[in-house]
C-alpha cells in the first residue's frame, strides 16, 4: 500500500511539473515577449539585449530597409534620410511615416532619441560605439554587405537582433526564390549574346571585382567590364580603364542629392569627353539610367537591383514594377 502511494505521488509530482513546463516554456508570450537575449555581432563583440527592442536605429539606409521588412514602422526611431528619396529608397511611402531622418547622427543626437538598440555598420566610428555602449544602448555592428551571400548573412545578423528570426528566415527564403526565377531566365541567353557594362558611379571607386554591383552581374548575366579588366573595388574607374574596358553598355547616375549636385555636369564630362568616343556604348548611344533605388541596393531587395540589371541590358523579360520590396512586417 506505501508502494502505491509513493507511485502515485511520484507521478502526480511529474503531471505537476509537465504542466508547469507547459504554461512557462519559452514558446510562450509570458516566458519569450521579454526575455533578454545575446547575439554575436560582425566584430565578434557579444552583444546582450535585456528585450525584444521597440524603438530600433540603425545607421545605414540598407538596414533601415532590411529592419523595415520585419517590423512596422513604429518601432523606427529614426531612419536615414535617403529613405524618403525616390531616387534612392523603394521605401518613400513607409519613411513618411517616421519623423526622425538622420546622415550622420552623432552619439547625442542618437541618444537624444532613446533607441534600445543601435544598428550600427563597418563605417561607424569606435567611438561612437563606445559612448553609446557605456550609456547603456545595445549596438550591433554589421559586417560589410558585398555580395548576396554577405547580404543574407547581414539580414540573418538583423533579425537575430531585432528577435525576428522567423521573419528573417522567410525574407532570405523569399530572396531566394526570386534569384532563382531570375536566373533561371538569364540561363537561357546563349553566350555569343551576353552584353558588357559599366556603372558610371558618382563614387568612383565602386563597382570594380568584390563590390555587390559585380556579385549582381553574375547573376544578372553580363559582364561587369571593368573587373574583367583588373579593376578592383575601391580602386578608381580613371578613363583611361573605362576606354579599356569598352562596354556594351554604359549605366548613368541619376542621384543629384536632391538637386544639390549637379549629376548632368559629371556624365557630360564623359559623354563629351573626345577621348572617350570611340568606346562601342557612346557611339551606339546604349546609355542607360537605371533605378538606382534598385541597382545600388544591399538589402534584401538586391535580388530587383539583379533583375533591373537584366533588364536594362536584355529587355522586357525582366521587365518590374517599382518599389518592390520583400516585407513580412504586416504593414503596407
Known amino acids: 500500500m506505501c508502494l502505491k502511494k509513493r507511485l502515485t505521488g511520484w507521478i502526480s509530482l511529474l503531471l505537476l511539473l509537465a504542466i508547469l513546463a507547459g504554461c512557462g516554456g519559452p514558446g510562450t508570450p509570458s516566458a519569450g515577449q521579454n526575455a533578454g537575449y545575446t547575439v554575436t555581432d560582425a566584430k565578434n563583440r557579444q552583444v546582450k539585449i535585456p528585450h525584444k527592442p521597440e524603438h ?21 526611431a529614426a ?3 535617403y529613405l524618403d528619396d525616390p531616387k534612392e529608397s523603394v521605401l518613400v511611402e513607409k519613411a ?11 552619439a547625442e543626437q542618437i541618444l537624444s532619441w532613446q533607441p534600445d538598440l543601435v544598428i550600427a555598420n563597418g563605417w561607424t566610428s569606435d567611438d561612437k560605439i563606445q559612448t553609446l555602449t557605456d550609456m547603456g544602448i545595445p549596438v550591433v ?6 555580395s548576396y551571400e554577405e547580404i543574407q548573412e547581414t539580414l540573418r545578423l538583423v533579425a537575430e537582433s531585432i528577435g525576428e528570426g522567423e521573419k528573417g528566415e522567410k525574407i532570405r527564403q523569399e530572396m531566394d526564390a526570386i534569384r532563382d526565377e531570375i536566373t533561371a531566365t538569364v540561363a537561357k ?18 563597382g570594380g571585382a568584390g563590390s555587390s554591383f559585380d556579385d549582381m552581374c553574375h547573376y544578372a548575366g553580363v559582364i561587369n ?54 568606346m562601342k556604348a557612346i557611339r551606339h548611344r546604349a546609355l542607360v539610367y537605371p533605378r538606382e533605388s534598385y541597382i545600388y541596393n544591399a538589402s534584401q531587395d538586391f535580388v530587383f537591383g539583379i533583375q533591373e540589371l537584366a533588364y536594362c541590358v536584355y529587355g522586357d523579360a525582366f521587365k518590374q514594377e517599382d518599389n518592390r520590396h520583400i516585407s513580412f512586417s504586416g504593414e503596407e
Open 56 to 76: 530600433i536605429m540603425t545607421l545605414g539606409l540598407y538596414t533601415d530597409e532590411m529592419v523595415l521588412g520585419m517590423v512596422p514602422t513604429s518601432k523606427m
Open 79 to 81: 531612419v536615414s534620410h
Open 96 to 106: 513618411k511615416k517616421i519623423p526622425n531622418k538622420v546622415t550622420d547622427p552623432t
Open 141 to 146: 555592428v554589421c559586417g560589410p554587405a558585398n
Open 189 to 206: 541567353i546563349p553566350a555569343e549574346e551576353r552584353k558588357s557594362v559599366v556603372l558610371l558611379s558618382l563614387m568612383t571607386s565602386y
Open 225 to 278: 567590364a571593368t573587373a574583367a579588366v583588373g579593376l578592383q573595388n575601391g580602386q578608381k574607374l580613371t578613363k583611361e580603364l573605362l576606354v579599356k574596358s569598352d562596354p556594351d553598355f554604359l549605366l548613368l547616375p541619376v542621384f543629384d542629392d536632391r538637386g544639390n549636385f549637379d549629376t548632368q555636369k559629371f556624365i557630360d564630362g564623359y559623354l563629351k569627353d573626345p577621348s572617350l568616343q570611340t
